[in-house]
């Protein structure tokens, strides 16, 4: 496995059947050398920084049905609500003051903001504070919508493709086209933003086959961010019996893609923090260089539960920042607060 780990830190490529053969056979050894390789990638490239996004989750609403998501429509159970714009530029403000320069604006499909109410609200982020990269993640629109989002000036979007196989995907995502979401990543790095695809990890019946797909199709966009973190159930939901994706094969996937795409963007996210306690840390060493901390209200951070035993619900944005700094910094790594662009971008 070593020769075939040194292959790809070399060349950034494996063909289908090597990176099934490498999954097929990660034994203790290969997995270290594996996210060494990895970490080494990441600190020639971004060195040990790592940057911080403020994740802001302003609806739960959302009018699709994911089989997984703690938030889909038919889930009664969810309490919902919504954020005002002045909610959301409450949320900015704090967020700059304590260093941020990039928001994540998340939510379900939420046909309550319309397109006018999203460019409104892009355009008085960017109004208000210089400086700062807006990132959307609002699942899928038209091209015109997209178009409009990123001329009121939204620099980032992030929509994970969740799976590359075609028969998991419609197994998940009742009255969902898989073809649509491919198209719909397309337009968006078409019309001009950083890009960000990714999926889950552990997902029922989900295959090292599937995984495969997932990398291949991956090193071919070219996405400038890459998502990627583990199933978890969630207690309302129909998958709320099946097990948990792990940190293991998460920090593998996280490794193989750093290695495949060098100068990518690739978050630890919070569902691995919420499986284990220094997931996230195992996350940054194995080859991711973002964290993404919560700046939602905390009255309503527990409504946003895609999985159960989400990490953070309770605490207050400053005291995330903290704890988030204390953890990159134990881990070996240097926080970095500004725009945090791909390095592509950073010169420009
Ligand atoms: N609606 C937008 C979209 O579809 O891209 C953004 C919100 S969606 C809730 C954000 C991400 O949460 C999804 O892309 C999915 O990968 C992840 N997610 C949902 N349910 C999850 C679960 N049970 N475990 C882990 N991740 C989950
Ligand atoms: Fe909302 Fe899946 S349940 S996008």
Not at 110 to 114: C, I, K
């Given at each position: 496995m070593k020769k075939l780990i040194d292959k790809l830190y070399d060349s950034n490529n494996l063909s289908s059947d090597e990176l099934l053969l490498l999954l097929n056979n990660m034994d203790e050894e290969s997995k270290k050398y594996l996210h060494m390789k990895a970490n080494e990638t990441r600190l020639h490239i971004y060195n040990d920084k790592v940057y911080m996004r403020g994740l802001i989750e302003f609806t739960n609403y959302c009018k699709n049905n994911c089989r997984y998501c703690g938030i889909r429509r038919d889930n009664k159970n969810a309490s919902r609500y919504r954020l005002s714009k002045e909610e959301i530029l409450d949320c900015c403000k704090e967020g700059y003051r304590l260093g941020y320069r990039t928001y994540v604006l998340q939510g379900g499909e939420?046909?309550?903001?319309?397109d006018d109410k999203i460019v409104d609200i892009v355009s008085s982020i960017k109004a208000s504070f210089e400086d700062v990269a807006v990132t959307l993640s609002i699942g899928e629109k038209s091209y015109e919508s997209y178009k409009k989002y990123f001329d009121a000036g939204a620099d980032r979007y992030l929509l994970r493709h969740?799976?590359?196989s075609r028969e998991l995907y419609d197994s998940l995502h009742p009255d969902m086209s898989y073809d649509n979401r491919i198209k719909c990543l397309h337009d968006l790095k078409d019309i001009g933003y950083q890009i960000g695809a990714g999926f889950m990890i552990g997902l029922p019946n989900q295959t090292n086959e599937d995984f495969v797909q997932d990398l291949t199709f991956l090193k071919k966009l070219q996405p400038h961010m890459v998502g990627i973190g583990p199933f978890i159930p969630q207690s309302d939901t129909p998958l709320a019996d099946e097990k948990a994706g792990t940190v293991e094969k998460t920090c593998i996937l996280l490794s193989l893609i750093r290695l495949l795409l060098p100068e990518v963007l690739l978050p630890a996210t919070t569902a691995l923090g919420s499986i284990n306690n220094k997931g996230r840390e195992q996350g940054l060493k194995a080859g991711a260089n973002v964290v993404m901390p919560n700046l939602s209200p905390t009255s309503v951070r527990d409504k946003y539960a895609l999985y159960d035993g989400k990490i953070c619900t309770g605490d207050e944005a400053a005291q995330c920042r903290n704890c988030i700094e204390n953890r990159i910094k134990m881990a070996g790594y240097e926080v970095d607060m500004s725009r945090g662009d791909h390095i592509s971008l950073q010169n420009k």
């Open positions: 939420d046909a309550y903001y319309t969740e799976t590359n």
